[in-house]
């Protein structure tokens, strides 16, 4: 099954870089179906957006150029679903999904998540000073044939 890990900047151009990657990864392995892209594009902006946000460079990862710290994007095809994770250095920091008011431009982005989502979860990896924050995409059957 096919996996990539990319190490991205720790700055607000991160979820950029992180859709950038998706669709790249998804063409490589002939996943680029539009909905199955976009979706996935979506989901790995939101959950790169709040390791910005709300989480903590990777506390194990040198700093790129100009002092600033790292995340890990991991995306992995398993049992015929799209795994989309990304590591930040904040394990304390837990996601909370939050109900936004009307007017607030805000808050949003996990509902997404859970929306699109067949499943989603928290890991923090033993021994590791890290959380893992992943969500996995179902996958037609006619794309994993």
């Avoid at 790249?24 to 790995?44: G, T």
């Avoid at 994770?85 to 805000?106: F, I, K, N, T, Y």
């Amino acid at each position: 099954m096919p996996s990539h890990s990319a190490t991205i900047v720790h700055t607000a151009s991160a979820a950029s870089v992180a859709r950038c990657t998706v669709r790249s990864c998804l063409r490589a392995w002939r996943l680029d179906e539009k909905e199955l892209a976009d979706d996935a594009c979506l989901v790995a902006t939101e959950l790169v957006a709040n390791a910005v946000q709300h989480g903590a460079p990777l506390p194990s990862r040198r700093a790129a150029p100009g002092g600033a710290g790292l995340l890990v994007l991991v995306l992995s095809v398993e049992a015929e679903r799209l795994v989309i994770a990304v590591e930040d250095g904040a394990p304390q920091r837990l996601p909370v999904e939050r109900r936004p008011g009307d007017e607030d431009e805000h808050g949003r982005g996990l509902t997404l998540v859970a929306a699109l989502a067949a499943e989603r979860g928290v890991e923090q990896p033993s021994g590791r000073r890290v959380k893992r924050v992943w969500a996995a995409l179902p996958l037609a059957p006619s794309i994993t044939s």
